[in-house]
């Protein structure tokens, strides 16, 4: 008896594979196997069968499932045995609090490639013996993974699994590139490289291996393939190894005589800020938390990373701390460091938890397109590569407990070291956090500070100096500016410039802090902004108010009104004053106390109409600059977008793609919280048009969550101030994401409201607009004659206001829908005006879209190699326009028509490559169209088991969005498997429901299902 998961799950005996019933029941064994021999708890089965949520009787499910795999596996070993009494080499027990799987380590393929592998990487196993144990454990892999699982845990332990495959292939083409056999290695990595197209490892090694049996030409291919898809899918080029490779082999290095490479490692991020100099003191802290993270070893029973809490008042060095500790201890993390400021106390901005996941996995070397889109699914992600990694991870400024929990990784290995106002009790309580509380400096370690600082007046002027220590109340952000204040007046007497601070302080109304410590800290503050001169001062004030968590040169112009280079020169003061802070990429960025301070000061000294310029200068900046970005990016579409005046102070450098979504990403936190303020006349005049700029990026990026945020707060700025033409078009927005995340009904009520809406205004576009995406809904759910009704009202509409682009758009369609209802002639009439229209316009997106409707319909006739032509060429345009629903589209429908021309294995590699974007951005309509797809192309391989599995799940998500066509493509798929593994009974009754789908849709299918019903 065989237990096999590295591919479709399988119980198997001598006679063949046992069915294992229900997906769930199979999801529970798979769970089970995942640590065979080691017991599995009720809570982590629950947790990996419903994704963290289990719904109310979910463990009376387990229970019964348990139960009937507990009885069937005891019937196989009775089988197995033939009657005898024997250990079984499977069986499923109880243990305390959970189950276990016990199985021989031949019985499970997963612990057999393990071990296999771990016997073929002993330091003295001989080069010939590691190579054929570790093709061994490579040959037991039959496919995908858990193929046919769903969900979150089965996808991260698929991506976790498979980057052991891709480990042990390499390791053993490096044996054979050292044993001068490299002719075995194309064999082995072609496959990989395949599935991930974008692994440099998996390219480089096969570069090495092609190069060395005299295949230079074929190793330079790969190199192009391989730069073409990073260059398509990330817009980047390749890594230095592999230019190095290709220069190599361009320039006829014979690399065969060479030594094979050391295997370059997994990317070791170093994300530490600059170590803070000097630094005074803090030694008991720097001990207690050395003892608390660094110790020799995790321990065999450490299941958990090590976390340990600085806290501690504002200003009292918090920050300083962590980040020289870190430094001190880097090499204790040989995997890296990751850093991120989560902003916990900023008074407008902190960062979200997804937000610092999205930093930490690009910087653990996760592609950007494989970044989940929900916050459970990135911190999965994110644990998944922490994996047996010893790294430490710094998360500065947490406003709570709850921010900072999915940060948290799940290795013992790891340590993380976070630093926040608050006590964090609950990190203490539930995860055993060790917290340090951090106080101010002793006084002789803030003189020491100070003579660091600013030298031998320390010494001179004792007294004073003890003074000045005594009014920062010894708080080293506070003697830190100070001191600068000191320095910057070398001439005058310490005694004077304490005695200055000193009445600060008395003109400060302070007397109701009490002893509370920031009271000194803004003393030091006004001391130091009371010597800026006019434009530095106003600037520091004006700052205050920018709600993003730093800004650019051009937007702080524009914030000020000033010129670009008169606000450089106003910045550099302040951060030589230490007022401000350079952030990287030629940012700005505040401590969140100087930017209350600095609100606080605008409020005193700037008149409200003054803020409130400043306010929609900056605004009108940015709506420019997305403006001038979606330029770039989307040309063909600049006449749908507001127009926007250029602002007198410039724009950043906007010339090329890589320019326009650098900006567009780094001022995202910007455009979000500009969007929110959608209570105050500024913000609400400006953020429909901020929506309706940057709706297409959104789009056409998968950033969904993104649009939701900017849609929903322009539809409250619409409607706030009376923009009725706004609104509509924000309702227009609004349904269009709904659409994508499947959510049809949400989507048909936005629409009909906008529709009411428009035809009450006389908004004749906005109609039209509603009416195409209303029949795109009627669509989706199989109502074929509503949704051309809805089109061509939308074309008349159109065509009547002169919108050539929105008639283009609905032309395109509606023949999707006259195809459905196989009305070929006049879908292809419509697709070909479309692309006529298109094409007229340079709207590389509109063509992209109507070559691949016009590809379906090919492909239906049967002319399956021109319609190959048409998804390649729509699927080039779309990964050059960075659009990741289009390009899932592209591929499924290239895998459908390669499947029609029987190249199969391909046909599945874009089935199964659609599907894991669709899964990312969350399009449930593209999911469950790969998935048919891809049973489709399992079948022409001859794998009847995986492309059931695939059908089912098709099957399943057709009916979670109650997308009918799906739902009967899925049945005929299935019928059509069961009738070839001569199960005609169970064949029948799948295609009885695929014909009551498509009578009900009113579609021509169900004419052809009768005849396969009749036996033909």
Not at 374 to 391: M, S, V
Not at 819 to 840: G, M
């Amino acid at each position: 008896m065989k237990l096999l998961v590295l591919g479709p799950l399988e119980l198997r005996l001598e006679r063949g594979a046992l069915d294992l019933g229900q997906p769930r029941r199979r999801a529970v064994l798979a769970a089970l196997a995942a640590d065979a021999g080691r017991p599995v708890s009720m809570e982590t089965l629950l947790e990996r069968l419903w994704d963290g949520d289990p719904p109310d009787g979910a463990r009376s499910v387990v229970y019964s499932h348990i139960s009937r795999l507990r009885r069937l596996l005891e019937e196989a070993a009775a089988e197995e045995n033939g009657g005898a009494a024997a250990l079984p080499s499977i069986s499923l027990g109880k243990v305390s609090g959970g189950y276990v799987l016990r199985a021989d380590e031949d019985a499970v393929d997963l612990t057999r490639f393990r071990a296999l592998v771990e016997r073929g990487r002993e330091p003295t196993c001989p080069d010939a013996e590691r190579t054929g144990l570790l093709e061994e454990a490579l040959r037991l892999w039959r496919g995908t993974p858990l193929a046919g699982l769903s969900g979150t845990w089965a996808d991260r332990t698929r991506t976790a699994w498979n980057r052991e495959r891709i480990d042990a292939a390499l390791a053993c083409a490096q044996i054979h590139l050292r044993r001068r056999t490299p002719d075995r290695v194309p064999e082995l990595l072609r496959p990989l490289l395949a599935d991930h197209p974008l692994n440099e490892q998996l390219a480089a090694s096969l570069m090495r291996s092609l190069a060395a049996t005299g295949s230079t030409a074929d190793a330079l291919h790969v190199y192009t393939e391989t730069r073409k898809h990073l260059s398509d899918e990330l817009d980047l080029p390749p890594g230095p190894e592999l230019r190095s490779l290709y220069e190599e082999l361009s320039r006829g290095a014979d690399l065969g005589r060479q030594p094979a490479p050391r295997q370059p490692a997994t990317p070791v991020p170093a994300q530490l800020p600059m170590d803070v100099r000097p630094f005074i003191g803090r030694s008991d802290q720097l001990v207690d938390l050395t003892r608390a993270l660094t110790p020799a070893d995790s321990g065999a029973g450490a299941t958990a990373a090590v976390v340990s809490a600085v806290s501690g008042t504002a200003g009292v060095g918090k920050t300083a701390l962590a980040v020289h500790w870190a430094h001190r201890s880097r090499e204790a993390f040989p995997d890296g460091q990751l850093y991120v400021d989560l902003r916990g106390y900023d008074p407008q901005s902190p960062l979200s938890a997804g937000q610092a996941l999205v930093g930490f996995l690009t910087a653990l070397g996760v592609p950007l397109q494989e970044i989940p889109l929900r916050l459970e699914d990135r911190a999965a992600r994110y644990r998944t590569a922490l994996n047996g990694r010893r790294l430490l991870v710094i998360l500065d400024n947490a406003a709570s407990a709850a921010q900072v929990r999915p940060l948290l990784p799940g290795s013992p290995d790891c340590r993380v070291l976070i630093t926040s106002r608050d006590s964090l009790s609950a990190l203490v309580s539930v995860h055993g956090a060790h917290r340090v509380v951090l106080d101010a400096l002793s006084p002789a370690d803030s003189l020491a500070l100070l003579r660091a600082l600013i030298g031998e007046r320390v010494d001179a002027e004792r007294a004073c100096a003890e003074d000045l220590a005594r009014q920062c109340a010894w708080l080293p952000l506070a003697l830190r500016v100070a001191a600068e204040l000191v320095l910057s007046r070398p001439a005058e007497p310490l005694s004077r410039l304490v005695a200055e601070l000193h009445d600060h302080q008395r003109r400060l109304d302070l007397l109701a802090s009490g002893d509370d410590p920031r009271a000194a800290v803004r003393a030091v503050f006004s001391w130091s902004y009371a010597r800026l001169s006019d434009l530095p001062a106003r600037l520091f004030r004006l700052l205050g108010l920018h709600p993003g968590p730093d800004a650019d040169l051009h937007s702080v112009a524009a914030l000020a009104g000033e010129s670009v280079d008169a606000v450089r020169r106003a910045l550099d003061v302040l951060v030589r004053a230490h007022l401000v802070n350079r952030t990287g990429g030629g940012r700005y960025g505040m401590h969140d106390l100087l930017r209350v301070y600095a609100a606080e000061l605008a409020a005193q000294h700037d008149p409200r109409a003054d803020r409130d310029a400043a306010l929609t200068r900056l605004l009108d900046h940015c709506l420019a600059a997305a403006a001038a970005a979606m330029d770039v990016l989307y040309p063909a579409e600049r006449h749908l977008r507001p127009a926007v005046e250029r602002p007198a102070t410039g724009l950043p450098p906007l010339r090329t793609a890589e320019e326009a979504r650098a900006w567009l990403s780094a001022a995202q936190p910007t455009l979000v919280a500009l969007c929110s303020r959608t209570q105050e006349p500024g913000p609400s005049r400006h953020t429909v048009r901020i929506a309706t700029t940057l709706h297409r990026h959104y789009e056409r990026t998968g950033h969904y969550t993104d649009a939701l945020t900017v849609h929903t707060h322009a539809l409250r700025a619409a409607r706030s101030v009376g923009d009725q033409r706004g609104e509509a078009d924000v309702l227009a927005l609004l349904g269009a994401v709904h659409r994508r995340l499947g959510d049809y009904d949400t989507a048909r009520r936005l629409h009909d409201t906008a529709l009411a809406l428009c035809r009450r205004t006389g908004y004749a576009a906005g109609e039209a607009r509603h009416l195409t995406n209303v029949g795109v809904l009627l669509e989706l759910r199989g109502r074929y004659r509503g949704a051309a009704e809805q089109h061509e009202r939308a074309v008349a509409l159109f065509r009547s206001v002169g919108d050539a682009h929105g008639e283009a758009d609905v032309l395109n369609n509606l023949g999707i829908v006259l195809e459905l209802v196989e009305d070929f002639k006049a879908s292809i009439e419509r697709y070909e005006r479309a692309l006529t229209l298109y094409r007229s316009m340079d709207h590389a997106f509109g063509e992209a879209s109507a070559l691949g409707n016009l590809g379906i319909l090919l492909a239906r006739l049967g002319d399956h190699t021109a319609a190959a032509g048409h998804f390649e060429r729509a699927l080039t345009l779309f990964r050059r326009l960075g659009n990741a629903s289009g390009t899932g589209h592209a591929l499924t429908n290239l895998g459908n028509a390669l499947s029609g021309l029987d190249r199969h294995a391909e046909a599945a590699g874009h089935q199964r490559e659609a599907l894991e974007l669709f899964r990312r951005i969350g399009e449930r309509y593209g999911e469950t169209g790969a998935l048919n797809g891809l049973g489709e192309a399992l079948h022409g391989l001859g794998r009847p088991a995986e492309a059931l599995e695939a059908y089912a799940q098709a099957l399943e998500v057709a009916r979670e969005i109650d997308e009918q066509e799906e739902q009967a493509r899925a049945h005929v798929g299935t019928a059509v498997v069961l009738r070839a593994g001569e199960d005609p009974a169970r064949a029948v009754g799948h295609l009885r429901e695929a014909l009551e789908l498509y009578t009900a849709l009113e579609s021509p299918r169900a004419q052809e299902v009768m005849r396969m019903l009749n036996g033909d």
